[in-house]
């Protein structure tokens, strides 16, 4: 069993910055991928970032790619999304999830655990 909480989310306007983070428990946290997908309401959930078991490698989907990095402490067991430049379209429930493989993924279905979610607001 993994257990994944999120932290970091909150109000802020738009132009600004939040840092997520994502505390992981459970499993060994360097031998998967890493992801963080958001869903807006009334909208599907989606795919933002995800990052390789050694961080290295890193994909974007492309309404955040040059604003969004996502980064990874394996010795925290601890996973980031750095968000810039904030737009109101930015505005979800952004979650961390762990990949039931060791590749980085932009499908949700790759993905075993879900964190509970954090509510990153922008206003304009």
């Known amino acids: 069993q993994v257990q994944l909480v999120e932290s970091g989310g909150g109000l802020v306007q738009a132009g600004g910055s939040l840092r997520l983070s994502c505390a992981a428990s459970?499993?060994?946290?360097?031998?998967?991928?890493m992801g963080w997908f958001r869903q807006a309401p009334g909208k599907e959930r989606e795919f933002v970032a995800t990052?390789?078991?050694?961080?290295?490698?890193?994909y974007y989907a492309d309404s955040v790619k040059g604003r969004f990095t996502i980064s990874r402490d394996n010795a925290k067991n601890t996973v980031y999304l750095q968000m810039n430049s904030l737009k109101p379209e930015d505005t979800a429930v952004y979650y961390c999830?762990?990949?039931?493989?060791?590749?980085?993924?932009?499908?949700?279905?790759?993905?075993?655990?879900w964190g509970q979610g954090t509510q990153v607001t922008v206003s304009s």
């Open positions: 999830a762990v990949t039931s493989t060791v590749l980085p993924s932009r499908l949700s279905g790759d993905y075993a655990y």
């Open positions: 990052s390789s078991r050694s961080g290295l490698s890193t």
């Open positions: 459970g499993r060994t946290f360097s031998s998967y991928a």
